[in-house]
């Protein structure tokens, strides 16, 4: 229908952010990529050409690969640890009858939200470290002699990140698991199905699409984390976002940074595209709502 | 549909109301059920112990007066806090954090809400496509604006202005404002405006004095959510902060990279505080439950 003849004064109220996404988001956007493709800086050299050797460097050299896999690798331990720790907490949160309850943990899963990523890292490099909690409790209770490596290693950064990630992966699984009628599950008991097989019969393949959703947010934040795995790997760990920023920071190469940044940002649109669909299948409504 | 249904089913329904309805070929069942529970509520309070014993250990940590790690702690002390406190990189830090939070809180605030108007209201064609640009920045990584706008004020030749890092965090919480001001404007009768219309408002006192009141939750919601996330902001930060006027993530990651004392936990503790103090405004203005959705 003709809703454009009844846009009213109230439509200009967006011109304000249209104006600032133009400007600071999608322009640098659109120059990463265009940098991705230039031999050097157009404002600097006189003489620059379009060139696709930065991402021939990606694919050619082993070691970013490696990089890659590293990220990747990383990610999908947390996306499943996540999973496994999430799960029966966010099936506590949707099924608790008390609001009380129900507020407190709420909650427990957004204090730790809404704490810094500095913070929590630093927790964690508090109790896993060589003298930290972890070990100087196992230690003096004689169950190790020697500290376990907890972390400067992958093991340090997939428990950090874990910890960062599981309240995403709580919220969207509540979502859907709340929407399970809680009755299917009870018919399925009163039929003679026990409890665990009630549960893994009927809420567990009803809640197979809020897994999806919560694995690919999951998965999607934790391959750009930066400040986890530089601290928890202690520099010794490299992956995507860690590579990017050091392109910049030690080496100042705009051009190869953009690829890696482009690398990232198709894998992160797909994604979240897949979060959307998957979640908006579930809720029947567009997922961004 | 489903959601309306379940939720209205009296909660006698549920547990107790199945027990009774099992008879006694089930009863054998009631033992295993009961431990069933029991693993079920311990595999839970376990999970929400991984979730808040990091935050308590570093409470724990500010508190212990020992310069190294030690657990179980010896004692109390303020000592990191006055540390914290009397440090004045950090000091400066913090002043620079709660600049740029103020400011970005303030853009974003004015920003996302008439966004959100202009969307819920303007008749604005194609609103669903400009919501979902609104809320984009959060589904990117952040990492990857802070490069964008790095590049692009590299190319630009601008330095590292003040103003380029709060646009920065701008951008990364209006996606908070749009969402919190929009779940008002959806529950908003609009009988309201109709009557104020109807008995003689002129458009701009209908606006100020019954729309602006009723969505004053979903902005202050937001105002607060855009101010508690630029202030723990790292990615965007750390390439956009201009060196001698860092924020306080940064300064503390720089400080973590070579030192792991007290006083990193004092400073934690001040932002641990910060982000309860959130949580339990956000419970009192509007309830915790329209933030949930991711």
Request: charged share 10%.
């Amino acid at each position: 229908m003709s809703s454009a003849a009844r846009i009213n004064g109230l439509a200009f109220l967006v011109l304000p952010s249209a104006l600032l996404f133009a400007l600071f988001f999608f322009l640098p956007i659109g120059l990463m990529a265009v940098m991705s493709l230039l031999t050097g800086n157009p404002v600097v050299a006189p003489h620059v050409d379009f060139t696709a050797r930065h991402y021939a460097r990606i694919i050619n050299d082993p070691y970013y690969l490696e990089v890659i896999w590293t990220t990747i690798r990383i990610g999908l331990w947390t996306t499943l640890i996540a999973l496994v720790i999430g799960y029966p907490l966010a099936h506590w949160m949707a099924r608790i009858k008390s609001r009380a309850g129900h507020a407190l943990l709420l909650m427990a899963v957004l204090t730790p939200m809404l704490t810094g990523i500095v913070v929590r890292t630093f927790a964690w490099m508090a109790l896993l470290s060589d003298k930290g909690v972890v070990n100087q409790t196992l230690i003096s209770s004689g169950l190790i002699s020697q500290p376990l490596k907890l972390m400067y290693n992958e093991t340090g950064i997939i428990i950090g990140l874990v910890h960062i990630y599981v309240p995403f992966m709580v919220l969207t699984l509540t979502g859907v698991i709340g929407r399970i009628d809680e009755r299917l599950e009870q018919a399925a008991e009163n039929l003679g199905a026990s409890p665990a097989r009630a549960f893994l019969e009927v809420t567990l393949p009803l809640s197979l699409p809020g897994i999806l959703a919560g694995s690919l947010l999951v998965f999607a934040l934790s391959i750009s984390a930066y400040v986890t795995p530089i601290l928890l790997g202690g520099f010794q760990i490299m992956t995507l976002p860690i590579l990017i920023y050091q392109q910049i920071s030690a080496n100042f190469n705009i051009g190869f940074a953009a690829a890696l940044g482009m690398v990232l940002l198709v894998v992160s649109l797909v994604l979240v595209i897949a979060y959307n669909r998957v979640l908006g299948l579930v809720s029947g409504q567009h997922g961004l709502q | 549909m489903r959601a309306t249904v379940s939720k209205s089913a009296p909660p006698a329904f549920s547990r107790q109301g199945n027990a009774v309805a099992t008879t006694g070929t089930v009863r054998a069942a009631v033992a295993p059920k009961r431990y069933g529970r029991a693993l079920y509520l311990a595999v839970n309070i376990a999970i929400l112990i991984f979730l808040l014993a990091p935050i308590a250990i570093v409470v724990v940590f500010a508190l212990n007066p020992t310069p190294f790690i030690q657990f179980p702690p010896v004692g109390i002390s303020l000592r990191w806090f006055a540390k914290f406190f009397a440090a004045r990189d950090f000091m400066h830090a913090l002043g620079v954090s709660l600049e740029v939070a103020a400011l970005t809180t303030i853009c974003a605030t004015v920003f996302g809400a008439s966004a959100a108007l202009a969307i819920a209201r303007g008749n604005l064609p194609g609103a669903q496509l400009v919501l979902a640009t609104m809320l984009s920045p959060l589904m990117l990584p952040a990492i990857l604006t802070g490069l964008a706008l790095f590049q692009a004020y590299v190319l630009l030749d601008v330095g590292r202005p003040m103003w380029g890092l709060v646009a920065g965090h701008t951008l990364l919480t209006i996606p908070y404002v749009v969402r919190t001001t929009l779940a008002v404007l959806h529950n908003f009768d609009l009988r309201l405006e109709e009557a104020a219309r109807n008995l003689g408002a002129s458009p701009a006192r209908t606006f100020f004095e019954v729309t602006l009141p009723l969505i004053k939750p979903g902005v202050l919601a937001g105002a607060i959510f855009a101010f508690i996330v630029s202030f723990d902001q790292f990615p965007v930060s750390l390439f956009l902060v201009s060196p001698g006027s860092e924020t306080l993530p940064i300064v503390l990651f720089n400080y973590l990279k070579f030192d792991l004392d007290g006083t990193i936990g004092a400073a934690s503790v001040v932002s641990i505080l910060l982000a309860l103090l959130v949580v339990i405004a956000l419970d009192r203005t509007v309830g915790l439950r329209t933030y949930v959705k991711l």
